[in-house]
């Protein structure tokens, strides 16, 4: 490939753009340009707009990659993603249009990570950390979930009632990163969304943060995207 392509990795709920500094590392090492920034998570369209900020200061060719509500986040651009040639999931979110996050999840069993919601007064969602600790990083080393834990971003519990509009991964290449062990998204919805977006799927033995717990086997994904992708000289 004669161009590497611009990579931005997209955190998710409860997470922040510190939750991919394994991943960054390793792509920096290998000469990408990455961006991690951080989202408000207070709606879907002011993620989205965050987003389109970001992407505005790339030059050339982007890669986009979800992590859990990041899914959410990157699907949500629709047909309109100047620039970006691919979509990599992990453990992520990939709605259909009409669908919410919020009505899915009510189709079963509430995931033991988001079981106990503390919901604050200006309506967003914290996770305590006992659930946070043992269930959504429950492969990290637990004095590294802790700090985790202490930067979480809530996000709005409003955000689970969103409608999905026009995916962008109707018009984009995918890849997704099944985790087996999630506790947060049940690994078996993860099956679905790469299933009907005929994603390119790997499955790992992960809990959801697997970015942090496994970054070997994310970056391997993502090297994987870059290398199937045509990106002009």
Same mark, same amino acid.
């Given at each position: 490939?004669?161009?590497?392509?611009?990579?931005? $990795?997209?955190?998710? =709920?409860? /997470?922040?753009?510190?939750?991919?500094?394994?991943?960054?590392?390793? $792509?920096?090492?290998?000469?990408?340009?990455?961006?991690?920034?951080?989202?408000?998570?207070?709606? +879907?369209?002011?993620?989205? *707009?965050?987003?389109?900020?970001?992407? /505005?200061?790339?030059?050339?060719?982007?890669? +986009? &990659?979800?992590?859990?509500? !990041?899914?959410?986040?990157?699907?949500?651009?629709?047909?309109?993603?100047?620039?970006?040639?691919?979509?990599?999931?992990?453990?992520?979110? !990939?709605?259909?249009?009409?669908?919410?996050?919020?009505?899915?999840?009510?189709?079963?069993?509430?995931?033991?990570?988001?079981?106990?919601?503390?919901?604050?007064?200006?309506?967003?969602?914290? +996770?305590?950390?006992?659930?946070?600790?043992?269930?959504?990083?429950?492969?990290?080393?637990?004095?590294? =979930?802790?700090?985790?834990? =202490?930067?979480?971003?809530?996000?709005? *519990?409003?955000?689970?009632?969103?409608?999905?509009?026009?995916?962008?991964?109707?018009?984009?290449?995918?890849?997704?990163? &099944?985790?087996? !062990?999630?506790?947060?998204?049940?690994?078996?919805?993860?099956?679905?969304?790469?299933?009907?977006? !005929?994603?390119?799927?790997?499955?790992?033995?992960?809990?959801?943060? *697997?970015?942090?717990?496994?970054?070997?086997?994310?970056?391997? +994904?993502?090297? *994987?995207?870059?290398?199937? $992708?045509?990106?002009? =000289?």
């Amino acid at each position: 490939m004669a161009t590497l392509p611009n990579i931005v $990795l997209v955190h998710g =709920a409860w /997470a922040d753009g510190s939750s991919w500094s394994a991943v960054v590392e390793r $792509l920096q090492a290998d000469g990408y340009t990455v961006t991690a920034p951080q989202f408000p998570l207070t709606s +879907l369209a002011d993620n989205v *707009a965050r987003l389109r900020q970001v992407l /505005a200061r790339q030059h050339g060719p982007t890669l +986009l &990659v979800g992590h859990s509500y !990041g899914g959410q986040i990157i699907t949500a651009l629709g047909a309109d993603a100047p620039n970006v040639i691919g979509l990599v999931y992990i453990a992520g979110f !990939g709605l259909d249009q009409g669908e919410s996050i919020g009505a899915l999840l009510a189709q079963g069993a509430s995931p033991p990570a988001i079981a106990h919601l503390d919901i604050d007064p200006q309506g967003f969602a914290w +996770l305590p950390e006992e659930d946070f600790v043992g269930h959504f990083a429950a492969d990290v080393d637990p004095v590294k =979930a802790r700090v985790m834990f =202490a930067v979480q971003q809530p996000l709005s *519990a409003s955000a689970l009632g969103e409608v999905m509009g026009v995916p962008a991964w109707k018009s984009l290449p995918t890849w997704f990163l &099944v985790a087996d !062990g999630d506790q947060t998204i049940p690994p078996d919805a993860e099956r679905q969304f790469a299933r009907r977006m !005929g994603a390119t799927t790997v499955e790992i033995a992960s809990n959801h943060v *697997a970015m942090v717990s496994h970054p070997d086997e994310v970056l391997k +994904l993502i090297k *994987a995207a870059i290398h199937a $992708l045509p990106v002009p =000289a």
